[in-house]
């Protein structure tokens, strides 16, 4: 079993930035890809970002390439989303999910956290 748990969530203004962490129980972390995915009031969750197990590899939504960035940190069985320019319609609640592969699909992943807010004011 792996247990995640996201932090790190908050109210910021339009252009402003924050940083998600999300902290995993296993001592395999480095055996998992990671990826975060987030979900709007009314609407499905959608893929946000994903990085490979080594950190190597990154891949992102159209939508938010070149302002979040994925890291992790296998020495602290973490993962982290850095968002920069962040914009109202980046409001939801985002979680991030543990699987074999780091791939665009919830299907894929095995394990979730909780998720955290994030809310965006114009």
């Known amino acids: 079993q792996v247990q995640l748990v996201e932090s790190g969530g908050g109210l910021v203004q339009a252009g402003e930035s924050l940083r998600l962490s999300c902290a995993a129980s296993t001592r395999t972390f480095s055996n998992f890809a990671m990826g975060w995915f987030r979900q709007a009031p009314g609407k499905e969750r959608q893929f946000v970002a994903a990085v490979s197990w080594s950190g190597r590899s990154t891949y992102y939504a159209d939508s938010v390439k070149a302002r979040f960035t994925i890291s992790r940190d296998n020495a602290k069985n973490t993962v982290y989303l850095q968002m920069n320019s962040l914009k109202p319609e980046d409001t939801a609640v985002y979680y991030c999910?543990?699987?074999?592969?780091?791939?665009?699909?919830?299907?894929?992943?095995?394990?979730w956290g909780q998720g955290t807010q994030v809310t965006v004011s114009s």
């Open positions: 999910a543990a699987s074999t592969v780091p791939a665009p699909v919830e299907y894929e992943y095995n394990y």
